[in-house]
């Protein structure tokens, strides 16, 4: 097989690119070792930045996400007897969007199947070689068990934290940089209507807690654990107790509303980043390259970011012969990875507990002040709404 970009990982950076690329009128070839139905149906992010809807928009793919998906103004910051409203609008003129990971994946699924894309599901063996030369290839066995070999005049990882793009840049070149945060999230999706106008998050002594919601009918909550928690230890009655403490049920009449839960899963905490994020005709996108810790909401929007700049930099690679912007692409990605990195290991150190008091009074000061002081707020209205791609 030949075509002109190969792209390993079928998740939102591969299909998105995928998409971009193809208006640019340039060929792709997708492979994934999931199956198509697997793939939709991951359980992730929810929010959607100022900037990743206006380029769906752009692109044709914000039609169901402006009917279905809901605009929130702000995020809701709490501890105990305070709840703040922090007002993205009010401060930077920037809104996020509510609309689950699993949706952005079915439009672009739908986008790409209309547009008659190639996508390989259900491969193995996937392998990335000749990367210093400019007929770099792709070998897999596909969903028949027939060995197969992909041409290419580039190559895109695009296949998240565990897949072999990463690991394919040489360990003379790369660089990484990581922080294990000693806690993870339990996370619930709960058929019940989210008991809260727009997200909450909580700073509580027995640990964070945040209200997210899916839509209308669909909540998402989740809970600070200790890492390795296993979730057989949570009852769905435990899940809602903790919930609830650390919530602040009845604070000021406020009430959490409890109903069934649907999935349960625990993440655990990591912020990684490698570097350089392209290696000869290897370009890095996403998760494969980076990976921040969910409170900031960016993992998803980072993705979408690395795609956005990365179609435009292959499109006058490929077309115009002109290696500007591809040269250039792994240091203006990455002065937003790290913004963002920052960003998220900012926010969820201000809002996980520890077994330290000292901490603790540290994270209540800043919380008093990112929501008592206009320029504190903005800071964080700023990061959270999202900077424009290309800061
Ligand atoms: C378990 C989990 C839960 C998350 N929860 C949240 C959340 O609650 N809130 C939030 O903001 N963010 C969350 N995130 C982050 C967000 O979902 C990711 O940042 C986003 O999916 C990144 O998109 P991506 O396309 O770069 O990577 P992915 O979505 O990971 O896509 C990579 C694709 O590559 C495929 N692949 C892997 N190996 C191979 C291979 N060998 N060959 C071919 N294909 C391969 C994978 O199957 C996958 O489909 C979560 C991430 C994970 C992993």
Redesign the pocket.
Known sequence: MRTEVAI???????LLLSHLLAQDGIESVV????SAEY?ASRI????LEHSTVELLESVGLGERLRREGDEHRGIHLQWPEERHHIDFVDLTDRSVWIYG?TEVQKDLVAARASAGQEIHYE?TD?ALHDLDTERPYVTFTDVDGVAQRLDADVVVG???????SRGAVPDSVKQSWERVYPYSWL?ILADVAPSTDELIYAWHPDGFAMHSMRSSTVSRLYLQVPNGTDVADWSDERIWDGLATRLGHGQDGWQLNPGPITEKSV?PMRSFVQTPMRHGRLFL????AHIVP?TG?K??NL?VADVAMLAPALAALLRKKDPTLADSYSDDALRRVWRCTHFSWWMTTMLHTSDDPFDAQLQLSQLRWVTSSEAGAAGLAENYAGLPIGF
Request: glycine share 24%; charged share 15%; net charge negative.
């Open positions: 390993i990982g079928a998740g939102p950076a591969g492979v994934e070792i999931r793939v992730r992010a929810g929010v990971q491969v996937t695009c296949d998240g934290s565990f897949g072999p996370g993440l996108a996403g998760d494969a969910p909401a993992g998803l993705a």
